[in-house]
């Protein structure tokens, strides 16, 4: 008996649905793949629009940095003219006071004391030196202490001298700067 499909549009339609769906599914693929590399694409663009911003960014940074540099050397060199200025002030203020000091010591020392020795160190003056009699120390310590250039006579050592006349002595005392001292009153 010879068989007879009577339902052959079947297998054709299923035939064609496959077809159909093969080639939708092969469109959808491409369609896919397009859009993955436009997207790839728009990504890449997006990055490298960063990067030369970034570069940009970069490069402006150095140029400030080389600035910020510049403007600290100059904040150096204006703070090392401030303290030059300083000093300078400083040296033409007390100009006049080691004429005055010098004066006053002069002043200060009664008949029969020499001074062997004279060293000033910061406010401090250290004196050595020779007198007659131990009175004149004495006396050379008050008027140190009455005047107004000098404060708190400090008396190291008194020794006889070696000829069995006089003695040797040793004393500091402070410097002060009355017009300083008037200054600073009159602030207060």
Do not use: C
Request: charged content about 30%.
């Amino acid at each position: 008996m010879a068989r007879i499909n009577l339902l052959p549009w079947r297998e054709e339609l299923r035939e064609e649905q496959k077809k159909q769906f093969l080639t939708t599914l092969v469109g959808v693929v491409i369609i896919a793949a397009g859009l993955v590399f436009l997207a790839g694409r728009e990504i890449e663009g997006m990055i490298d629009h960063q990067v030369s911003r970034n570069d940009y960014i970069k490069k402006e940074i150095k140029i400030l940095d080389v600035k910020i540099n510049e403007i600290s050397e100059l904040k150096k060199k204006r703070e090392e003219l401030i303290a030059r200025m300083k000093v300078i002030q400083d040296l033409q203020g007390t100009r006049p006071v080691i004429v005055r000091v010098f004066d006053e010591v002069a002043r200060s020392i009664p008949d029969g004391v020499y001074f062997s020795s004279l060293t000033a160190k910061g406010n401090n003056l250290a004196v050595v030196g020779n007198a007659e009699a131990n009175s004149r120390v004495s006396s050379l310590m008050r008027d140190f202490d009455q005047s107004e250039w000098f404060s708190n006579p400090n008396l190291h050592a008194v020794n006889k001298g070696k000829s069995g006349v006089g003695s040797t002595f040793n004393l500091t005392v402070t410097q002060v700067n009355p017009n300083k001292e008037e200054k600073g009153a009159k602030i207060k």
